[in-house]
């Protein structure tokens, strides 16, 4: 069975750093492509970023390039978001999904990411 | 980046009725537009892929068509357990988006 488990989110102040990971199982992670998707408050989906799956070329949000990293160990079958100098519209629930030819049809239960001080 | 919007905004609906969504792409995105389902506090669910292409263990009534810029995803027979909202995305260009959703509630 296919499972995604987020974990680090919490709380952060304007402008400080956060870093999500992604715990992946029940697949070999190492063969595919992944992404994190973010719902704010109420509101809909948004794609942030995605690499593929040698972690050798990673792609972004024009809103969050620069301040987001996305990486991955395949030895340990986990995915990484780094996310720096955090703002308010970052507050969002993140989604970490498995990204199979621009679909997600595996999703985590997502975490949230609150950035206010 | 390419535009979708969904339309209606809000569909209400009668159990055992057929309905349509309908998702229209500000470009084309050939058939890279997938559909999900998503309901209150849970991840979202992918129904529907490349605009038509059905998933495992998802029900038979949930199909979609399409390609270019105008897609539809239908339902044959809503059921109760259907009421949620519904979100279109296109995976043609990066960014990859979403539309606004659509919400099915209860008429």
């Known amino acids: 069975e296919v499972q995604l488990v987020e974990s680090g989110g919490g709380l952060v102040q304007p402008g400080r750093s956060l870093k999500l990971s992604c715990a992946a199982s029940g697949f070999t992670f190492s063969n595919y492509y992944m992404a994190w998707v973010r719902q704010a408050p109420t509101k809909g989906l948004e794609w942030v970023a995605s690499i593929t799956n040698s972690g050798g070329s990673t792609y972004y949000r024009d809103s969050v390039k620069g301040r987001f990293t996305i990486s991955r160990d395949n030895a340990k079958s986990t995915l990484y978001l780094q996310m720096d100098s955090l703002r308010s519209e970052d507050t969002a629930t993140y989604y970490c999904t498995r990204d199979y030819y621009s679909s997600y049809i595996y999703w985590g239960q997502g975490v949230m990411v609150t950035v206010s001080s | 980046d390419v535009v979708l919007t969904q339309s209606p905004a809000t569909l209400s609906v009668t159990p055992g009725e057929r309905i349509s969504l309908s998702c229209r792409a500000s470009?084309?995105?050939?058939?890279?537009l997938h559909w999900y389902q998503q309901k209150p506090n849970e991840s979202p669910r992918l129904l529907i892929k490349y605009a038509s292409q059905s998933i495992s263990g998802i029900p038979s009534r949930f199909s979609g068509s399409g390609s270019g810029t105008d897609f539809t995803l239908s339902i044959n027979g809503v059921e109760l357990e259907d009421l949620s909202i519904y979100y279109c995305?296109?995976?043609?260009?990066?960014?990859?988006?979403f539309g606004a959703g659509t919400k099915l509630e209860l008429k």
């Open positions: 470009e084309s995105v050939d058939t890279y």
């Open positions: 995305q296109q995976g043609n260009s990066l960014p990859y988006t």
